[in-house]
């Protein structure tokens, strides 16, 4: 009986960003789907209690107190774990891991996932990056082109709601996009000087998942205008921005097929010697401890990049002794991650005239200028190049009392700018993740060993970015221009990928152009842990779109009783 209760269609594991489409994709299509989280549940509006808090409501003004950044040495780096939203980060002590190098691995573990704490970024990439390992020799070729996930990026740019513009640039294609948020009056100058001198390089919008301007989709999901409070971190009561707790996973709900299982930790997936395919789950609730297999035809892995590696490394059988679908002995390996090295800082004199209305949830972007069409600089690949312009604060700098000081912060400062780098890091076979053969966690699973690192050609781009960001806001206009080396630890940028890479070969490759373990077909991994490379695009958007497209494949293929 209980064997027979716990038998779905499909499973998948993980509500994250990934998770939330795949749940989306079958529920829709009338397919029983178990979702396993491993979290704690966060309904949409009832579980963000930040959401409408004043600063002054703040127990501690929005800081972390420091026994919780003493408690959380490693979380705790995140730019965006304040006390407004702590809440929604998993804390250090939840799953401990060997950093024999040191990474930073910023967790989101709760129903939705990282999705409730994304900086929204949403850029396509383009066939420069689908081509790279080929044209440049790294990596393994993709199996896939521009042309083939194409598609699918319209689909879900038109269901999650993206804002931009169409900006015809080749390496961030154009998508179907929602209004832009405006440039302000510094950052349009900078668009308007910049192609001048540089015919490579063009300032762009950058796309965000947020509505600014409802289409019906986004109302049938009970989602509104984005009202400009950049408070997204908490999580969007207006659902103004695209989060699974906002939109795919109710959407599944309301579908009747979902069951969603928070508090069960996916420890294995289960491997049936006879049938050569995957049965279902190992699950550990962390409510009671108590262990239940599930068990279903497909089984969709998006638990995030280094928790799925920990899954399918952690599948041991017979047949696959060092990990579910392991043949090639690449799982684990050629982990690869976004280089966020450099920064730069600015002023810039005049513009006193001019201010901006309202918070904008985005910055402009200089698409990848570097290694575009052709290897020709004396590193590989390139980056992309967010900068924004605020103005400060006026009259009294110092933090104050009194008269003087209230009085002068209704006083506009002058103009800064800041810019940051978005780089891509070459998939390494030494930069990989493997289980410990003796320390476990908490609830006792082996303990992930991160041995994952910068590299010569990451230190030439940054030095690359440097010399050209400054040199742009040189000739801009700028001054006090200064860079700056973060010597930030990798994992710290949150864009880890790969370990069970796409490819066309079986040999070099764990999964294949449909995201599908090429020696266990019902198990498909669709987060970032497919990724053979990094592009210098936010990776999100092509996880959704992954997902949705081998979701599509794999009911397909269930049609036609290939699953
Ligand atoms: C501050 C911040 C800013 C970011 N900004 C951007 C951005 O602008 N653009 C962009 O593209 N990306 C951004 N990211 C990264 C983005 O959040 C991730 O790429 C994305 O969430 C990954 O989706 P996912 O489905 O793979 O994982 P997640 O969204 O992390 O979801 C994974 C889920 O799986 C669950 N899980 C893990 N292990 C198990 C298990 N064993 N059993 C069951 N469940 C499990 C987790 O609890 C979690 O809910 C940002 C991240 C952060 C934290």
Not at 125 to 131: E, L, T, V
Not at 374 to 398: C, D, I, L, P
């Amino acid at each position: 009986m209980a064997t027979k209760n716990n038998v779905y269609d499909v499973i998948v594991i993980g509500s994250g960003i990934s998770g939330g489409w795949a749940a989306k994709e079958f529920c829709d299509k009338g397919l029983k789907t178990l979702v396993l989280e491993r979290g704690r549940d966060v309904k949409h509006v009832k579980d963000y209690p930040t959401a409408y808090q004043d600063p002054w409501e703040f127990e501690h003004h929005n800081q972390v107190p420091r026994t919780i950044k003493a408690a959380n040495p490693i979380v705790s780096k995140c730019y965006a774990f304040n006390e407004d939203s702590y809440h929604f980060f998993t804390g250090d002590e939840e799953q401990e891991y060997v950093q024999e190098k040191p990474f930073d691995w910023i967790r989101g573990y709760h129903v939705g996932g990282k999705s409730l704490l994304w900086a929204r970024q949403v850029q396509r990439w383009s066939n420069y990056d689908f081509q790279g390992p080929a044209r440049d020799g790294f990596a393994v070729d993709w199996p896939i082109t521009y042309q083939d996930i194409e598609p699918w990026y319209n689909y879900i740019e038109r269901f999650i709601g993206v804002s931009g513009n169409r900006d015809g640039n080749s390496a961030m294609p154009d998508g179907d996009f929602l209004p832009a948020f405006e440039l302000n009056a510094v950052e349009k100058m900078i668009q308007n000087k910049i192609p001048g001198k540089y015919k490579d390089r063009q300032v762009i919008a950058g796309r965000c998942a947020h509505i600014t301007d409802p289409q019906p989709i986004h109302v049938k999901q009970g989602r509104t205008k984005c009202q400009n409070r950049t408070l997204c971190h908490r999580g969007c009561p207006f659902g103004g921005y695209f989060s699974s707790n906002a939109s795919t996973l109710p959407w599944a709900e309301k579908t009747g097929n979902l069951t969603l299982r928070p508090n069960s930790i996916v420890e294995s997936i289960i491997y049936n010697e006879q049938t050569q395919t995957a049965k279902g789950v190992r699950v550990i609730d962390t409510l009671n401890q108590t262990e239940t297999e599930y068990f279903a035809k497909i089984v969709f892995v998006n638990a995030s990049t280094l928790a799925t590696n920990l899954i399918l490394l952690n599948s041991k059988s017979s047949r696959f002794p060092n990990g579910l679908g392991n043949d090639s002995g690449v799982l684990g390996k050629y982990v690869a991650f976004h280089n966020y090295l450099g920064s730069i800082y600015a002023s810039i004199d005049g513009f006193e005239d001019q201010y901006y209305f309202g918070r904008r949830p985005t910055q402009p972007i200089i698409p990848n200028f570097r290694n575009v069409k052709k290897q020709e600089m004396a590193f590989q690949r390139g980056y992309a190049s967010f900068f924004g312009a605020s103005r400060g604060r006026g009259g009294v700098s110092e933090l104050g009392v009194g008269k003087a000081f209230k009085d002068s912060l209704s006083e506009v400062g002058g103009w800064g700018i800041g810019m940051m780098m978005q780089g891509e890091t070459i998939p390494q076979e030494s930069n990989h993740v493997r289980l410990s053969s003796d320390l476990k966690d908490k609830y006792g699973l082996p303990q992930l060993i991160t041995s994952i690192q910068y590299h010569e050609n990451d230190h030439l781009s940054m030095q690359d970015f440097l010399n050209q960001g400054s040199e742009m806001l040189e000739y801009i206009g700028a001054k006090n221009i200064t860079t700056n080396n973060s010597n930030q630890n990798p994992g710290l940028d949150i864009h880890e990928m790969g370990g069970a890479r796409m490819g066309v070969d079986p040999k070099t490759s764990v999964l294949n152009k449909w995201n599908q373990v090429h020696t266990c077909k019902n198990v498909f991994v669709t987060d970032g842990a497919c990724m053979t490379s990094t592009g210098t695009q936010n990776p999100s958007l092509t996880f959704m779109a992954l997902t949705a497209r081998a979701a599509n494949y794999a009911l397909e293929e269930l049609r036609k009783g290939n699953l």
